[in-house]
């Protein structure tokens, strides 16, 4: 049996994964043909994101792995939340050395 993932580090690791990849296709050219390589990033980045986002994410994160539905403002409040953690993603990347 596997699942529900009870670990609640899980769905940031999910979420890393998921803003890493958009982040890399976002840079790229629309015709590039070549392989997607993805270099590890590590999860320092999220310390950019404001502490609001971060809360929002991480109680959406417990209810689901409660299995407890959202309701519509809260889906809202959680693409808001998404939207500022690509953002954060982005202003990482672009000022890292």
Not at 63 to 78: A, G, M, V, Y
């Amino acid at each position: 049996t596997f699942g529900p993932v009870q670990d609640s580090q899980f769905g940031y690791v999910v979420l890393g994964r998921a803003v890493d990849h958009w982040w890399h296709i976002s840079q790229r050219n629309h015709a590039g043909r070549e392989l997607l390589d993805l270099e590890p990033a590590d999860h320092h980045w999220l310390e950019q994101l404001d502490r609001s986002s971060r809360q929002i994410i991480q109680q959406v994160f417990d209810k689901r792995r409660k299995r407890r539905p959202l309701d519509d403002r809260q889906r809202q409040k959680f693409i808001t939340a998404i939207e500022q953690s690509m953002a954060a993603y982005d202003h990482w990347r672009l000022n890292r050395t």
